[in-house]
Nanobody
Framework: VQLVESGGGLVQPGGSLRLSCAAS????????MRWYRQAPGKERELVAG????????TYLDSVKGRFTISRDNAKMTVYLQMNSLKPEDTAMYYC??????WGKGTLVTVSS
């Protein structure tokens, strides 16, 4: 199992980023996928999750209406579209698959 995140970077408040997580080594379409984040000095928290069908999604309350999780099973990729970013969204973002599989993360910094 391999999960590789990309798409992080520095963005101004109010801006947008799209994170991607490229998966390999397993039957991607059969697994629930999640995005977590961890800010400096804080615990890791679940940001969003998506079931095997794109209609099954869940979000952290603080990102509802701003973030959208999606997946492309043909490309074996899960995405996190992040709009209206706030400084408090600054964190390392990790892709996760059940069975305790994690990517190495991609850093998102929201700052002016």
């Amino acid at each position: 199992v391999q999960l590789v995140e990309s798409g992080g970077g520095l963005v101004q408040p109010g801006g947008s980023l799209r994170l991607s997580c490229a998966a390999s080594g397993f039957t991607f379409s059969s697994y629930y996928m999640r995005w977590y984040r961890q800010a400096p000095g804080k615990e890791r928290e679940l940001v969003a999750g998506i079931g095997t069908t794109s209609g099954d999604t869940t979000y952290l309350d603080s990102v509802k209406g701003r973030f959208t999780i999606s997946r492309d099973n043909a490309k074996m990729t899960v995405y996190l579209q992040m709009n209206s970013l706030k400084p408090e969204d600054t964190a390392m973002y990790y892709c996760h698959r059940q069975g305790n599989y994690w990517g190495k993360g991609t850093l998102v910094t929201v700052s002016s």
